[in-house]
């Protein structure tokens, strides 16, 4: 008997939580920002600021979205161009039609996003999963990057996540494109932050809202399906270019302790620790984060 009831208590259980996509048309409502295709995708962009300035690119991390970056855009519009977008398979960009989310799709996609938008230069500034990216890309393509910002970036092996393998798929997130609680977003995205309390219902909602974007999470599962991490240093001793390592000395999803191995193998790094803020520390505070930014992308500091 007891078989029956768990499954009848699961599927009652399952249909309590349902959520399914939001509309397009209300999100898009709700989102604003414009729209460009790229090699087949059709990507959610915010470029601002002067159009002959110095451009900055910024490159959100997992599950996130370009909304993320809107204090520090506004801020750095006055002096650069500054472009974001929402990564595909997140936000309102949505699924890759290809299913291709690949480090290499992505960098390829920011590499023809350029190209339209007529940026032969830019500096980079990646938080995560954007972090990584960025670093890819700068090893790439040295001759279009002039600087790099590295926001806890990701890379290096940690627990569930080994060189060569692909990390398996907890079950709870395979029940992600059906169930999606609130509660239980807010409980990962508090962990980003030093003080959970900082974590705004308005940040809350925006992240439930553009989570339910139509494919999203199918997207989601598809990416962490396709994750390989490479062993980083090769590809990191061979970038040249500037970069300001950021690291949030609360982080409790990627350690700072991080930070010494990308002093160890990004031969141009420079670390500015940020005491009691956490993974997103442009969310909990804009202000005091960006300092160190706006000073490194002036060229005042090394």
Known sequence: ???????????????????????????????????????????????????????????????????????????????????????????????DPTGDYTDAREIQILVDLMDQLGVARASLVGNSLGGRIAWNFAAQHPRRVSR???????GFASAGFEYDKTPETPLMMRALPYVTPRSLLRETLAA????PEGLSETTLTRYHDLMLAPGVREAILARMEQVMLRDPAPTLAHIQVPTLLLWGEKDAMIPIGNATDYLRDLPHATLVRLPNLGHVP?????????????????????
């Not at 505070?285 to 090394?302: E, I």
């Open 1 to 95: 008997m007891i078989a029956p009831i768990l499954a009848v208590a699961t599927v009652a259980l399952s249909l309590v939580l349902y959520a399914p996509d939001k509309p397009r048309a209300e999100l898009e409502a709700a989102y604003p920002g414009a729209y460009r295709m790229v090699d087949g995708v059709r990507l959610r962009l915010r470029d601002t600021g002067p159009r002959d300035a110095p451009a900055v690119i910024l490159l959100h991390g997992f599950g996130s979205s370009l909304d993320t970056w809107e204090p520090w855009a506004t801020s750095l519009s006055a002096h650069y161009r500054v472009i974001r977008f929402d990564l595909p398979g997140f936000g309102l960009t949505g699924p």
């Open 148 to 154: 790099m910002v590295l926001v806890s970036p990701d």
């Open 192 to 195: 980003a932050y030093a003080r």
């Open 282 to 302: 442009f969310e909990e505070d804009p202000a005091a984060s960006l300092v160190p930014v706006q000073k490194f992308l002036a060229g005042k500091m090394p």
